[in-house]
C-alpha cells in the first residue's frame, strides 16, 4: 500500500510568516496525527484526528497553529505567524481505527524559521 | 499523563558490540509498546512492537520484551552493525479513545566499524 504523503519536504520561512504543511494518509485510515519533533526529542502530539473529527487537540498552540481535514481524508496543519522556536520536523501519521494495526508516519516537513 | 522515559545517548559501541537501550513507561492502563527507529536523514520507521504483557516483539535482530511488573520495554540486538546507527524511540500507545503515541526523548546509537 502507499504510505503516508506528506509536502513540501523541506520549508524555510522569516519569522512572523505564514506556513501550510499537507498530509495525505494511507487509504482507509481513520486516525490522523501531527506530531512536532524538536531536534535532538522526541515526537510530541500536536493534534489528532479521527476521521474528520479533533480527538485530541490539547497540545497545539492554538493562539499561531490550526489544523483541519476536512474530508475525513488529507489534512492541513498551519502556522501564523511562525516563531523561531517553530523550527523543528512536523510529521504526519495514520493509523486504522484505534492504532492497534499500528501507526505509519511520512517523511514529515522539515521547517527552518529564520 | 502518559509517558515514556529511555536512556539518554549518544551510545557509541563496536560493530558486533551487544547492544541495549532502556526504555521505561507509565503504568496506566494496558498500552502498546513499540520501538521506532530514525536513520539519519529518514522519517520514523517501526522497528517493533508488543502489544501485551510478556509479549517479545523482534525485527531485524532485535528484540525487546513486555515487561508489566517492571514497566519495562528494554531494546537489545546481540551483535550491532554499522548500519544500525540511528536514533532509536520508545514509545507507548494510549488506552482511551484517542490510543495517540508517547515517545520517548531518543537514543543516539553510533556503531564504529
Known amino acids: 500500500e502507499a504510505g503516508v504523503a506528506q509536502s513540501p519536504r523541506y520549508k524555510i520561512i522569516e519569522k512572523r510568516q505564514s506556513v501550510a504543511f499537507w498530509c495525505n494518509p494511507i487509504?482507509?485510515?481513520?486516525?490522523l496525527y501531527w506530531y512536532q519533533q524538536i531536534l535532538g526529542q522526541g515526537p510530541k502530539l500536536l493534534i489528532q484526528?479521527?476521521?474528520?473529527?479533533?480527538?485530541?487537540d490539547s497540545q497545539l498552540p492554538k493562539d499561531r497553529f490550526s489544523a483541519e481535514r476536512l474530508k475525513g481524508v488529507d489534512s492541513t496543519l498551519k502556522i501564523q505567524p511562525a516563531k523561531l522556536e517553530d523550527s523543528a520536523v512536523y510529521l504526519c501519521?495514520?493509523?486504522?481505527?484505534?492504532?492497534?494495526?499500528?501507526?505509519?508516519f511520512g517523511s514529515g516537513t522539515r521547517l527552518t524559521v529564520v | 499523563g502518559n509517558s515514556v522515559t529511555q536512556m539518554e545517548g549518544p551510545v557509541t559501541l563496536s560493530e558486533e558490540a551487544f547492544l541495549t537501550i532502556n526504555c521505561t513507561y507509565t503504568a496506566t492502563g494496558y498500552p502498546s509498546l513499540f520501538w521506532y527507529v530514525q536513520y539519519p536523514g529518514e522519517g520514523l520507521q517501526l522497528l517493533l512492537k508488543?502489544?501485551?504483557?510478556?509479549d517479545k516483539g523482534s525485527n531485524k535482530g532485535f528484540e525487546a520484551t513486555y515487561r508489566k511488573e517492571t514497566t519495562s520495554f528494554h531494546l537489545e540486538k546481540g551483535s550491532v552493525q554499522v548500519s544500525d546507527s540511528a536514533v532509536y524511540f520508545c514509545?507507548?500507545?494510549?488506552?482511551?479513545?484517542?490510543?495517540?503515541?508517547?515517545f520517548g526523548g531518543g537514543t543516539r546509537v553510533l556503531v564504529k566499524p
Open positions: 514509545a507507548r500507545s494510549g488506552t482511551a479513545a484517542g490510543n495517540k503515541l508517547t
Open positions: 487509504s482507509g485510515h481513520a486516525t
Open positions: 508488543a502489544t501485551k504483557a510478556d
Open positions: 484526528f479521527q476521521n474528520n473529527g479533533v480527538v485530541d
Open positions: 501519521a495514520s493509523a486504522r481505527e484505534g492504532g492497534s494495526y499500528g501507526y505509519t
